[in-house]
């Protein structure tokens, strides 16, 4: 098994651009940190309980809650493929709890795409962002519409404004991004992992990008 985590602050499109590329090869699987919790919230679970509260405020989740899922869910992979891990790590020790599940998997991390966009950017995506509550599917009101206004082209559904998605808990989670999680582009980068990606354009031509750069 091969990693290649997906690195940025909320809103520079980590999980569009990983689901763009696992759709199109059957080789590549999209984890979703943000929604491995969410879905623990939604369900209840003991992690989901616990991890609420820092969700809703826009702080990390205490690296051993989030660990251990992340740790369960890539030892539970069979088979030949390569993880795309957003938003997981965030924080120097959860690099390091990743360091450990690899070395447990047999799986060897490859490459960091870090995505690049101005914090103007960001603010104006995460206003217009818009998603599924029933099979995750996302939208941006003017750069991923969906075919009827408000309604999920895939199953149907109303979309939604996520919670945390209001600009003051925006503003927190773009402050926790920039004290906790830049540092591990100098730690990723002294393993020369690191592929820095301009994520303010065209989804497409960011897709393309990407692509070129893992190859
Ligand atoms: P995301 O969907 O990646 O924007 O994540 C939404 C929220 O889930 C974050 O603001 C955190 O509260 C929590 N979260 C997601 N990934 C992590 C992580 N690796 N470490 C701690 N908290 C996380």
Do not use: W
Not at 19 to 27: G, N, T, W
Not at 85 to 94: K, M
Not at 132 to 143: E, V
Not at 148 to 154: A, F, H, L, Q, T
């Amino acid at each position: 098994m091969k990693i290649v985590i997906f690195l940025g602050a909320p809103g520079s499109g980590k999980g569009t651009i990983a689901s763009r590329l696992s759709e199109s090869d059957e080789k590549l699987r999209h984890v979703s940190s943000g929604d491995l919790l969410r879905d623990a919230v939604k369900r209840q679970t003991t992690a989901g309980v616990e991890a609420e509260g820092y969700m809703k405020r826009g702080e990390l989740v205490p690296d051993a809650i989030i660990g251990q899922m992340i740790g369960d869910y890539v030892s539970g992979i069979k088979g030949e493929c390569t993880v795309l891990l957003d938003g997981f790590p965030r924080t120097v020790a959860q690099a390091e709890i990743l360091d450990g599940v690899a070395g447990h998997c047999g799986a060897e991390l490859t490459a960091v795409v870090l995505l690049e966009v101005s914090d103007e950017i960001i603010v104006e995506r995460i206003a217009g962002r818009r998603g599924c509550p029933k099979c995750g599917a996302g939208y941006h009101i003017r750069n991923i519409p969906s075919r009827v206004e408000g309604i999920c082209d895939v199953c149907g559904t109303g979309l939604v404004v996520r919670k945390d998605d209001n600009p003051e808990t925006v503003k927190n989670r773009l402050s926790v991004y920039k004290e906790q999680t830049v540092p591990l582009i100098e730690f990723y980068g002294s393993r020369g992992l690191v592929r820095r990606i301009d994520g303010a354009g065209r989804i497409d031509d960011i897709v393309r990008m990407t692509r070129q750069a893992l190859s």
